[in-house]
């Protein structure tokens, strides 16, 4: 039986699905303001953190995250360019990229990810 929370947002099942991976793109919201934060119920979502490192990731599903500590160099796989994003950035990771992370100072964030 799955177990409904009073945090969680109405689902929202908008997804557009791209073949193609060089069109996945991160999404960088800076400092949004405390109101966004509000309206998607961040406090609500799961936490998860991690040491500085380099760390190899794919996202099987939409993430968004909210980082309350950290800095990050998101380095997309085949792509020598990155996306640089630290403690008060909201982010949004599309389906299906996959990239390295290199995370220069320890990050801890709250994350949720898109049911399909």
């Known amino acids: 039986m799955a ?11 908008s997804s557009s699905s791209s073949s193609s991976s060089s069109n996945l793109r991160i999404t960088v919201e800076r400092n949004p303001p405390e109101s966004r934060l509000s ?34 160099k998101a380095y997309p796989k085949g792509s020598s360019e990155f996306v640089e994003f630290g403690a008060g950035d909201l982010v949004t990771i599309p389906k299906g990229l ?5 995370v220069s100072i320890a990050v801890d964030k709250h994350y949720k990810f898109e049911s399909s």
């Open 39 to 72: 309206e998607l119920d961040i406090k609500c979502w799961p936490k998860w953190g991690c040491s500085p490192g380099k760390y190899q990731l794919k996202f099987d599903a939409e993430e968004t995250c909210y980082l309350l500590k950290g800095r990050v």
């Open 98 to 102: 996959s990239c390295t992370w290199d």
């Open 3 to 13: 177990a409904e929370y009073p945090c969680s947002s109405s689902p929202s099942s």
